[in-house]
């Protein structure tokens, strides 16, 4: 009995290890965020294993029986869209249900994006916090308040369409000065990394709307 995680590229296809593929093909069933998003990526290395939808609406009403069919002997394996399952997409809930209901969990190293992000941010990185998605409304206040004394890096989500709009609200609680790096569209075509002050990015930004896959990284206090 065993759940398999397996990190799915973020962008080009050839970011994918051999194992990935490997353990794809051999599964029973793969489980994916968007079965037409991964049909991409399955068609493109001609793994013919059968899908089924796991996302955020449905996960709470399939996952008790997906663990029966795990301790049954089913091999399955858990994908989404991009990246790493669990890390700001759905995968919790199974992961937790598996590890209640003694079934082993195994997660393959692979592509997360805002690993890539960080590195190439050009700040500190020997610590740094990660927050995915930001709440929209009820929350933020409280954590950029949090923000203004971080000493560690910060890392964060965020859709083309608000990333404006929270970089504006970053700048009265870390102040003018501080420094963000956005990447937008890693690992594909039109990869591009904006680097400066808040009101710097902001202002190319409103004169370059973005679009695509987004990772903000926000220095340090220090």
């Not at 990190?7 to 968007?34: S, Y």
């Not at 996960?59 to 663990?67: C, F, I, S």
Request: aromatic share 8%; with cysteine; glycine share 6%.
């Amino acid at each position: 009995m065993k759940l398999i995680l397996v990190p799915t590229p973020v962008g080009n296809l050839k970011d994918i290890t051999l194992r990935a593929i490997e353990v794809l093909k051999e599964a029973e069933l793969i489980l994916a965020e968007d079965t037409r998003t991964s049909m991409v990526l399955l068609q493109h290395y001609q793994i013919n294993t059968p899908l089924k939808s796991y996302h955020q609406h449905n996960e709470h009403k399939v996952t008790e029986g997906l663990v029966e069919q795990l301790q049954a002997g089913k091999k399955i394996v858990l994908i989404t869209d991009a990246g790493t399952p669990a890390i700001s997409d759905p995968g919790f809930l199974i992961v937790r249900a598996c590890v209640q209901a003694g079934i082993e969990v195994e997660c393959l190293p692979g592509a997360t994006a805002f690993v890539p992000a960080l590195v190439v941010s050009g700040f500190p990185i020997n610590r740094f916090i990660f927050e995915g998605f930001l709440p929209l409304k009820k929350g933020r206040h409280t954590l950029f308040t949090a923000w203004a004394q971080e000493e560690r890096a910060i890392v964060f989500y965020e859709s083309p369409h608000r990333v404006v709009k929270t970089l504006k609200e970053l700048i009265p609680y870390l102040g003018e000065e501080r420094l963000v790096c956005v990447c937008r569209e890693l690992s594909k075509k039109f990869e591009e990394h904006k680097r400066g002050t808040l009101p710097e990015v902001v202002g190319y930004y409103e004169q370059h709307p973005p679009k695509g896959e987004i990772v903000v990284v926000v220095s340090s206090k220090s």
